[in-house]
């Protein structure tokens, strides 16, 4: 009988580290062996922190890390209120009333009754279960995720926000641009991908043109694709202008796939406001299936991630592992992934996406080569196995260091 289930170890690495870095990471991972970690978000599913915790707890596990993964529960106003602050961490307005205080604090302190922690370290991740910290007794290091741009925080957040980071250990932010002034030490990590994930492994021909007819997209003519959660901070607006300029000179189909995340309760609206840009080649779909993004990534002669902010944008290296050139915004985590002109471009305008867009569809040997550029790019920076030796490094760091703070 064919065997359907496979927990990836980090051994599969070999292929695309080599040996070397696989002994290595094990070697690391022997001193730490049943070290207790939790790691806490707030959705199980949509977006990329959920992406990530998914397979890296997993991998945790298998090289004998005891890792696990809670999720904090709200009611749509705790959720409303996080995705406020979600967005004037990124550098929009907030209202940052005593009501919307007392709410997130609120939720956040039942949440932390109903979750006992007894473990070597605690990471928390993004702003939604960030003052767990102030409700226990801290027995071990508090680690803080954030993985969202902090280059332009609305200062007066930043400052509530603040009050619970230094009780943290750390920080961990994705780029240094993000770093804060803060007490606390702070740490780099990018995010990485799982190579063998369904979403992300090869997938050939036939399987991709299933999925694809299966959602009755076309491919007669060249894919433009953005995948993205329906948020502003994507620019779904500015990609469906940039394709309408772009299709003035070359024939193509554009492709916006979307989700919503749990904890983003502004997905749907995002969402119904551009259906009445829907036409025969402006196809805009709201579905969860890894098979259908790993199609249209595959298959896409060109991707975009025109974000005005982004945190780092796990879907610009999920289409550059395929080999498929990304036109992304130049801003945030995406400048660390994307090198204008060799692996991909960086765009600053509608304009400039649509111009990049033309270059790429004309050019077949220029998105070889960029493709094949691209590939190797991630093989070399955001593969797991990197991500998973970042935090066996930091788990190291505070077994032979940790004073407790209180
Ligand atoms: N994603 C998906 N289906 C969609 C839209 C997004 O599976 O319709 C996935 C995408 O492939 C990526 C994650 O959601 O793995 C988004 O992560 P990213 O870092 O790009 O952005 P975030 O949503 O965290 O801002």
Redesign the pocket.
């Known amino acids: 009988m064919k065997k359907h289930s496979k927990i990836v170890r980090i051994e599969d690495y070999e292929p695309y580290i080599g040996g070397e870095s696989v002994e290595r990471i094990i070697r690391k991972a022997k001193i730490l062996k049943n070290y207790h970690v939790i790691h806490v978000n707030s959705t199980y599913y949509?977006?990329?922190?959920a992406?990530l915790l998914s397979p890296l707890t997993l991998l945790m596990n298998t090289v004998g890390i005891k890792a696990g993964w809670r999720v904090i529960q709200g009611a749509p106003d705790f959720f409303s209120i996080t995705k406020k602050m979600h967005n004037g961490l990124q550098g929009g307005e907030i209202n940052l009333s005593d009501r919307k205080k007392a709410i997130y604090e609120q939720t956040v302190l039942e949440n932390s009754i109903r979750n006992h922690f007894d473990h070597d370290l605690v990471v928390v991740h993004d702003p939604q279960p960030l003052p767990l910290i102030n409700y226990y007794q801290k027995k071990c290091p508090w680690v803080w995720r954030c993985?969202i741009d902090l280059s332009h925080p609305h200062p007066e957040l930043w400052r509530y926000l603040a009050s619970f980071v230094e009780k943290y250990d750390a920080a961990i932010l994705s780029i240094e641009e993000y770093r804060q002034n803060l007490s606390i030490p702070q740490l780099f990590f990018l995010?990485a991908i799982d190579p063998f994930s369904i979403?992300n492994r090869k997938m050939d021909e036939t399987a991709i043109e299933e999925r694809l007819q299966y959602y009755n997209i076309p491919t007669d003519l060249p894919l433009v694709v953005q995948?993205?959660?329906f948020?502003r901070w994507k620019d779904p607006e500015g990609v469906i202008k940039a394709f309408k300029i772009a299709r003035k000179e070359v024939d193509c189909t554009l492709v916006l796939?979307?989700?919503v995340?749990t904890d983003d309760p502004e997905g749907t609206t995002v969402y119904e406001s551009l259906l009445d840009q829907r036409e025969e080649r402006i196809i805009i779909l709201?579905?969860?299936d890894?098979s259908l993004?790993n199609a249209l990534q595959s298959k896409a002669a060109v991707v975009l991630q025109k974000s005005i902010r982004e945190?780092?944008?796990?879907?610009?290296t999920?289409a550059m592992w395929k080999g498929t050139p990304v036109i992304g915004g130049n801003v945030g985590g995406i400048r660390y992934q994307i090198e204008d002109g060799v692996n991909g471009f960086l765009v600053n305008s509608v304009k400039e996406t649509a111009d990049r867009i033309v270059r790429l569809l004309k050019d077949p040997k220029l998105r070889d080569e960029m493709g094949h550029a691209a590939r190797e790019k991630v093989r070399r920076n955001f593969l797991l196995s990197r991500l998973l030796e970042e935090y066996l490094d930091l788990f190291n760091s505070f077994e032979t260091k940790y004073i407790y703070k209180g």
């Open positions: 949509g977006g990329g922190v992406e993985h995010p979403k995948i993205s959660r948020d796939l979307g989700n995340a709201s579905r969860e890894s993004v945190g780092f944008g796990l879907t610009v999920e």
